[in-house]
């Protein structure tokens, strides 16, 4: 199939303001170092959305993107880099480098990232939200019968552990087809201001690649064959029948190089049966 870019869409302060770059404090000191809290956070989350009865499979893996995966990215993802300069610095550095590191989250028996795309959008009798409580919300609290806390903690770890605060999320819904597959890019960088209709038009430093609403402009996932061939060429595990859940790449991951090595083939970890909070 031919490929379209994703579109950028950058987050703009609403008229009654937003938590803009403040979302980037919210880890604050934690008493455990980055690897680690990226770990916990992502293995609680994946626990507290396992399907009822089924231990989630879980595999962590840190690989080096080919060339072609790399020219994906630059071609199809990250295609439009933010206007902010740190923001485009810091994109542009990790598409350019000489090794582009990745580290990624995968789950498979959960429940995926359903539901709505917008958080102004969500229908009378609606249950799961789960896609807008990880990618659009912020500390929204995790309403699961195991689970517990907020999303937010869990969230700002995933952005400070790339170096270019750039995330991939991958996910197939629970009880869904291939077309309810979805993948969508963002990134959370520094609040910024341009002129407009003279007018100090100000963001909150928070962009999403996607498919751009001609209505509102704003980004929602790819979907079906679209997220799945995107999804295939850059090297993320294939979702077919039985295999809903979520994979997190996080770009340009960062950590002491005592925790975790990255090779050119890559280095993974795998688990199952993990369950819930008890």
Not at 243 to 250: E, F, K, L, P
Request: hydrophobic residues 35%.
């Amino acid at each position: 199939m031919t490929l379209s870019p994703l579109e950028l869409h950058s987050e703009p302060y609403g008229s009654t303001g937003n938590i803009g770059e403040n979302f980037r404090r919210l880890l604050g000191a934690p008493t455990l170092d980055l690897l680690q809290t990226v770990i916990r956070e992502a293995v609680q989350n994946i626990a507290d959305a396992a399907r009822p009865g089924v231990g989630p499979e879980i595999l962590i893996r840190m690989r080096t993107l080919s060339d072609t995966q790399r020219d994906v990215l630059r071609r199809f993802i990250l295609a439009e880099i933010p206007e902010e300069p740190g923001s485009s610095t810091a994109i542009s550095t990790f598409l350019e480098a000489e090794r582009a590191v990745v580290l990624e989250i995968c789950d498979f028996g959960t429940v995926g990232l359903g539901g709505p795309t917008r958080s102004d959008r969500i229908p009378v009798g609606t249950e799961r939200t789960d896609f807008i409580d990880f990618l659009r919300n912020i500390g929204t609290a995790r309403d699961t019968e195991q689970g517990g806390g907020t999303y937010g903690f869990g969230k700002v770890a995933l952005y400070r552990a790339s170096a270019c605060s750039t995330i991939i999320v991958d996910s197939l819904p629970d009880g869904a087809g291939p077309e309810g597959r979805r993948l969508m890019a963002c990134h959370v960088g520094r609040s910024f201001e341009k002129p407009e209709n003279g007018m100090r038009r100000r963001f909150t430093g928070r962009h999403w690649w996607g498919v751009r609403d001609p209505a509102d402009g704003i980004a929602d996932p790819a979907t079906g064959d679209t997220a799945s061939a995107l999804a295939g060429q850059l090297g993320l595990p294939e979702r077919g029948p039985g295999r809903s859940g979520t994979t997190i790449m996080i770009l340009g991951f960062q950590t002491d190089e005592d925790d975790l090595t990255a090779t050119e083939t890559g280095s993974s970890r795998r688990c199952s049966g993990i369950s819930g909070r008890g």
